[in-house]
Every structure is written in structure tokens, then in C-alpha cells.
């Protein structure tokens, strides 16, 4: 069956023009009917008195029914979505408030933040937000291990309920603490998760890690050392590590680039498998992440069995994030095709990779070429004379000392133990100076700095690529007009439009392809 262009032969309620077909399929909250006119196809959101011309139904489909209602009802939403963390406070306060007020999750991008700052932005979240839902990332520091421990100890002294743990490649002591020490004996003694776990993997051998409870020796030792009670340590043998475990494909910043339609039925295929052995009472929510740019890709992960959909990429481009008007311009030019892999600041000795943009910036080579040179040589003084001239005036355009001078005064603050680790391996204090770089990369892109556009360090993701495309010629078009909350609320109700569009797709309509895309429009109510 295909919906034809034929105009309306009556002033019946039935719509066979394109236009009129669109509005009935965008009224979510209503029933859809495509009916046979007589001369033509269209599409009305009353049963028409003549229930044999109805050819195919959808039923009201808003966006709130989109995923599992029970992520909502853990997280305190209202829809099945959640914002990612972006590191360096790109996931800023704003947006983060932001999209609390409009009933939404967001993760607060503490990762390479001074403590400081990030109880600053908690204090900012009890004043202004003290009963709307939001998290706090917990990036895994695997060459930091104080930061880990540092951010747990601030997290369980401010309350915070929910925190997104992320680049995690084992289970650490530190967020076995977060979670288990706020476990407590619930009605008929179930346990009860006061302290929530959002867990963002691209690996199924870490996801069963976040699957399963903590592990007994872990708890045990906390226990001893009196971090956890003995009840607690007893209840975390029966809950999973993870209330949620989000499933991340190719995406900005840290990533696998695992493609989603492998990764996520993998995942709740594990969730499954895990559960049933276990004999959890409740299940652990699957999200996706990493690409989810579009409505269309964000009805595929909820047609693939999503229970929420996490976006990253996209709300780095919106008013209230953490970076510059510049970085924001980027990034609302970029195509699918212009991110690339570089060196990550957290990881660099372990040759660990993010994904950031290309287009506009040089720093994805210059990263490449520090990471060579760190690989290849003991220490800055066995580099060449001109591979050391060539750092100090076109990367760093500084002397090597200068930079370990801003290092020393970085990490007494932050790290001591990273200056003690240095002061006696050559190459340790290379790795330290080149990751002032990409530290400062990062920085100077969400400063703005004038002089250093070429340096800038811009986590991204193809995502991006595909809103822009999706946005042409929108009210989303232009960086200074796309709030994080609003841009949130145009990708569910897209999801939920294309839903249904798909509904009657299996039903054998064949719709204009003016009418099956959802547009976004200024003025739609929540």
C-alpha cells in the first residue's frame, strides 16, 4: 500500500496530502489511522465511522513510552534518555541543570577536574537541584589511582546517588566502595541501592564484571578496613555492581568503535544470561551509547531492545556546555567522516586512544607524534636536536623545562605521588610533559584560546555529523540556538515518530518520504 498525493475529495478528518498525513503521524498522543478513501490513501487520528476502510492502526505513541519506564522510575525521569559525562567539565554545570529542570538525566563531566571544582559543582547541585535527578562521572585512573579514591571520598560526602563510571577496564576497590556503601536493608530485607551505578562499557568481558555482584574479596577488604559495614558487605552479595550498564559504540572520546548492532544484543544477551543464574529480583537496565545522533538511530537501539539511550557528541555543540562559541562553530560544521583516533591525556602511556574532530585542528597528528616519540626514545633528553627543536617551537612553544616547571605545580596539587613516580625515570617525566599537551589541548579548546585554534582538542564523534544533517535548515541549525534540553526533546520525539512510522511500515504502508522523516519545529510541547 502507498499513501498517495491526491487531494481531499470532503472536509472528512482523513488527510491525504502529504502535509496532512505528516500532521497526523506527528500527533503522538493520538491514535494513527491509515484508511482508503476511495480516491486515495490517508491518514486521520479519528476511527473513521467506516471502520473497513481502516487499512493499518498505531496506537498513541508518546515519547515518554520509548524504552523501559523502569529507568525512569530508578533515575527519577521522565524518559528513557540520558547525556553522557564529557570530561573537563564539557558536560558543565549548565547542562546539567539544564536538563534536570526538564526531567531528564545528565552526567556532570568531572573527569580531569581538581577536586575543588567538582565539589563546587556539587555544592551547585544541592542549592539549585536538590530533588531533580542528575549524576557524576567516575573516569577510571589507572596512573592516578589517588584521583579515583580522592572523587569516591567526595562522593560519599556530598550524597551524591548516581554516578556514570566510565573507561573502567576491571573493577576497582574505589567504586566497589561507592556502591556497596550505600546498600541497606530494604522492606522484607531486600536489598536496597541508595547509591546507584550507571556502568559505560564497549567490552562484553567488562560488562559482566558491572553484571555481577562485587567481588567478594573486594568487599571483604573494605569491610576489614572499615569503609563498609558487615551488613553491607552481606547485602552486596546479592545485587549487581551496576543498576545500568550502557553499551557504547563508536563514539567521542574514549571508544572501542564497536559497531552498536554487534555490541548492544550482545549485551542484553549477557544481561539475560546473568540474571537467570543470579536470580536477581530486579533487572539491570541496558542503555546504548555512541552514535545516537538521529531520530532514526535512536529508534534503531530502541527497536534493538534499549532500555535508554545515552548522546555524548551532539550536546557538546549545545549553548550549555562547557566549551568555547569556536569549538561549538566546529563542531556544528562537522561532516560523519571528520573525527579521527589521537592519544588520550589519562592513558597515554598505555597507548590508549580517543576519538575526537579532525576538521579545523591539528592536534589528532601532533598527539600521534608525541605518542611516537614517547615510544620510541627514554626520556626528552635522548631526543634528537631537531626532533627537540621541533617540539619546543611547533607543538609545546615552550622549552621542555618551562612545561615540567607547570607540571610539578599541576601535580603537587592534584597527584604528588605522580612527581615522586618521575623524579627518578627519564621517560615517566616524558610521558607527564607530553600529557601537559593534551591536557591543555583540551583546555585551550574550552577556553577558546586565541593563538591555539590549531591545537585544539575536540572529543567527537560521527553523531555529530549526522545531526548537523538532520538539522539543516532547522531552528537547530545554528550552534547559538540549540539548548541541550531541547535538543533532547526533538531526538525522543523523532524516536517516537519514527516508531510509528515503522508500525505501519510492517503493517505494508508505504509512506512519501515527505511524510515518514520527522522535522524538528520550534514551539513542540513537552
Not at 500532521?23 to 498522543?29: G, I, Q, S
Not at 547541585?125 to 592516578?144: C, G, K, M, Q, T
Not at 610539578?408 to 596539587?413: A, I, P, Q, S, T
Not at 524516536?495 to 511524510?515: I, M, W, Y
Amino acid at each position: 500500500m502507498t499513501a498517495t498525493t491526491a487531494p481531499e475529495a470532503s472536509p472528512s478528518p482523513v488527510r491525504t496530502d502529504p502535509p496532512g498525513v505528516y500532521e497526523a503521524l506527528r500527533r503522538l498522543d493520538r491514535p494513527c489511522y491509515v484508511v482508503d478513501t476511495g480516491a486515495g490513501y490517508g491518514a486521520s487520528n479519528e476511527l473513521p465511522a467506516d471502520q473497513e476502510q481502516v487499512l493499518a492502526a498505531a496506537g498513541p505513541l508518546p515519547p515518554e513510552r520509548l524504552g523501559s519506564s523502569a529507568f525512569g522510575d530508578r533515575h527519577g525521569t521522565r524518559y528513557a534518555y540520558m547525556a553522557g559525562s564529557m570530561a573537563g567539565g564539557v558536560a558543565s554545570e549548565d547542562l546539567v541543570i539544564a536538563m534536570a529542570r526538564a526531567g531528564l538525566l545528565s552526567s556532570f563531566g568531572s573527569a580531569g577536574l581538581l577536586p575543588e571544582r567538582i565539589e563546587k559543582a556539587l555544592v551547585r547541585f544541592a542549592e539549585e537541584i536538590p530533588d531533580r535527578p542528575y549524576a557524576v562521572n567516575l573516569i577510571h585512573s589507572p596512573s592516578e589511582e589517588g584521583l579515583e579514591r580522592g572523587a569516591v571520598e567526595l562522593y560519599l560526602r556530598h550524597g551524591v546517588r548516581c554516578v556514570e563510571a566510565s573507561a573502567f577496564m576491571d573493577v576497582t576497590p574505589h567504586l566497589v566502595r561507592y556502591r556497596v556503601a550505600g546498600l541497606e536493608r530494604g522492606a522484607q530485607g531486600a536489598p536496597l541501592a541508595r547509591n546507584r551505578l550507571i556502568a559505560k562499557v564497549s567490552r562484553p568481558e567488562v560488562a559482566e564484571k558491572f553484571l555481577h555482584p562485587a567481588p567478594p574479596s573486594v568487599v571483604d577488604a573494605l569491610a576489614a578496613d572499615g569503609l563498609v559495614t558487615a551488613e553491607q558487605a552481606e547485602l552486596a552479595r546479592h545485587v549487581p555492581l551496576a543498576d545500568d550498564v550502557t553499551a557504547e559504540a563508536d563514539s567521542g572520546g574514549h571508544t572501542d568503535r564497536r559497531p552498536m548492532p554487534a555490541l548492544l544484543p550482545t549485551i542484553l544477551r549477557q544481561r539475560d544470561e546473568v540474571r537467570r543464574r543470579q536470580r536477581y529480583r530486579e533487572r539491570v537496565g541496558i542503555g546504548a551509547a555512541g552514535g545516537i545522533g538521529t531520530p532514526a538511530s535512536a529508534t534503531a537501539a530502541f527497536a534493538m531492545g534499549a532500555d535508554y539511550v545515552v548522546t555524548g557528541s551532539v550536546n557538546q555543540s549545545c549553548l550549555e556546555a562547557g566549551t568555547s562559541p569556536a569549538v561549538r562553530g566546529l563542531l556544528a560544521g562537522a561532516g560523519i567522516a571528520d573525527c579521527e583516533m589521537a592519544p588520550a591525556a589519562d592513558m597515554f602511556e598505555l597507548g590508549v586512544q580517543l576519538q575526537v574532530l579532525k576538521r579545523g585542528t591539528l592536534f589528532p597528528m601532533r598527539a600521534k607524534q608525541l605518542y611516537e616519540l614517547y615510544r620510541d626514545h627514554d626520556g626528552v633528553e635522548a631526543l634528537p636536536e631537531a626532533e627537540r627543536e621541533r617540539l619546543e617551537k611547533s607543538v609545546l612553544r615552550r622549552p621542555v623545562e618551562q612545561v615540567w616547571e607547570e607540571v610539578v605545580g599541576y601535580f603537587r596539587r592534584r597527584d604528588p605521588d605522580q612527581l615522586e613516580r618521575a623524579a627518578a625515570d627519564p621517560k615517566r617525566r616524558m610521558a607527564l610533559i607530553f600529557r601537559w599537551y593534551l591536557g591543555m589541548a583540551s583546555r585551550w579548546a574550552n577556553t577558546g584560546e586565541a593563538g591555539r585554534e590549531q591545537d585544539y582538542q575536540i572529543w567527537c564523534g560521527p553523531a555529530m555529523g549526522a545531526f548537523n544533517e538532520w538539522v539543516r535548515g532547522s531552528h537547530l541549525a545554528e550552534p547559538d540556538d540549540r539548548a541541550v534540553a531541547e535538543v533532547a526533546w526533538q531526538l525522543l520525539r523523532g524516536a517516537a515518530f519514527t516508531s510509528r512510522v515503522h508500525q505501519l511500515q510492517l503493517c505494508g504502508v508505504r509512506l512519501p518520504a515527505s511524510c515518514a522523516e520527522y522535522r524538528p519545529e520550534a514551539g513542540d510541547q513537552r
